[in-house]
């Protein structure tokens, strides 16, 4: 299976050519992939080299003139770097912009840490505005691309990685979509998580929320699926834990409820290794997630056995 990334250039360059507002701007990360496209829409199709700050602004230029800019690069690159930049260029000045990132919290162990941004999300949720896309599928990723270059003039982050689940889902850019129903709690699963979390949660009575779009938090569909169950709810997010929880809390303000964020932990690994040492070690794999949502939803007990599968 092809990843988001090389589903990205395609598909930016079908967009170039469908769209005469859409913009590209690289940071020379991903030049190759745009090698047509830059002949057949130089004027539109921009490489400002390892320069990151200057991508953003550049970005915010063109915004100013009217297009639709298209930023792209690794996201430690292109959110934590030029924070600075995202926030004035864009946020103060009001412009709009697609930031598409690559290489998530982790992809590319061997790049070591100046490589991952596991904060990304976070960052940005200081800031107002900003649409956050986290896919789970290359088609997911396509689809929420086609959204966030289609959204006007918002500011719109498409998180992409390597990670992935089997299959495609359908998004629409905006609401979490239920796939399992249980009374004994709520998981959320964003993006590339829920293979992991639907493995996890194989047997146990609980509701499984899917969410590709987190930013807006889909306040309403958490608010549902905690009324129909235990207001109890996980979240399993590929960035860093915790992340969403001050958003889940504020949707179930007025319930009693209890809420464990789970995701890439604080402590920074110092060794390379895989990917999936990486997931293993921040505890993101089914089996550890099975032992932690399990004991979190019934702390003391046995996991609650779903009575349509008859498994626990």
Same mark, same amino acid.
Do not use: C
């Given at each position: 299976? %092809?990843?988001?990334?090389?589903?990205?250039?395609?598909?930016?360059? !079908?967009?170039? *050519?469908?769209?005469? !507002?859409?913009?590209?701007?690289?940071?020379?990360?991903?030049?190759?992939?745009?090698?047509?496209?830059?002949? !057949?829409?130089? *004027?539109?199709?921009?490489?400002?080299?390892?320069? #990151?700050?200057?991508?953003v602004g550049a970005g915010a230029g063109?915004?100013?003139?009217?297009?639709?800019?298209?930023?792209?690069?690794?996201?430690?690159?292109?959110?934590?770097?030029?924070? %600075?930049?995202?926030?004035?260029?864009?946020?103060?000045? $009001?412009?709009?912009?697609?930031?598409?990132?690559?290489?998530?919290?982790?992809?590319?162990?061997? $790049?070591?840490?100046?490589?991952?941004?596991? $904060?990304?999300?976070?960052?940005?949720?200081?800031?107002?505005?900003?649409t956050v896309h986290v896919p789970g599928h290359p088609d997911e990723a396509e689809t929420l691309l086609r959204h966030a270059v289609a959204a006007g003039d918002d500011k719109v982050y498409v998180r992409l990685s390597v990670q992935a689940n089997a299959q495609g889902r359908p998004v629409d850019g905006e609401r979490f979509s239920t796939v399992r129903e249980g009374r004994e709690g709520v998981v959320v699963a964003v993006g590339p998580m829920l293979d992991a979390v639907?493995?996890?949660? #194989?047997?146990?009575?609980?509701?499984?929320? &899917?969410?590709?779009?987190?930013r807006p938090f889909d306040s309403a569909a958490l608010r549902r699926a905690a009324d129909a169950a235990r207001p109890d709810v996980v979240l399993v997010e590929p960035y860093l834990a915790g992340t969403s929880t001050a958003a889940a809390?504020?949707?179930?303000? *007025?319930?009693?409820?209890?809420?464990?964020?789970?995701?890439?932990?604080?402590? %920074?690994?110092?060794? &390379?290794?895989?990917? %999936? #040492?990486?997931v293993a070690a921040h505890g993101l794999d089914a089996a550890s997630l099975r032992e932690r949502i399990a004991g979190f939803l019934r702390p003391g007990g046995e996991p609650a056995v779903n009575v349509a599968t008859g498994r626990g």
């Open positions: 299976m %092809e990843t988001m990334r090389e589903r990205f250039a395609p598909v930016l360059t !079908r967009l170039l *050519d469908e769209d005469p !507002r859409v913009a590209v701007v690289l940071a020379e990360i991903g030049k190759d992939g745009f090698a047509e496209a830059t002949r !057949r829409h130089p *004027d539109r199709v921009v490489n400002v080299g390892i320069r #990151e700050q200057l991508l063109l915004a100013l003139t009217g297009l639709r800019p298209v930023l792209h690069t690794f996201a430690s690159f292109l959110v934590e770097r030029p924070f %600075e930049q995202v926030k004035l260029d864009l946020g103060h000045q $009001g412009l709009g912009a697609v930031l598409v990132s690559a290489a998530a919290s982790f992809d590319w162990p061997a $790049g070591g840490f100046t490589h991952m941004a596991p $904060g990304d999300v976070a960052l940005l949720d200081t800031l107002d505005g900003w639907l493995e996890a949660t #194989e047997g146990l009575d609980v509701t499984v929320l &899917y969410a590709t779009t987190v809390n504020d949707a179930l303000a *007025d319930l009693p409820h209890r809420v464990l964020g789970l995701g890439v932990g604080r402590r %920074e690994l110092r060794r &390379y290794g895989t990917i %999936e #040492e990486h």
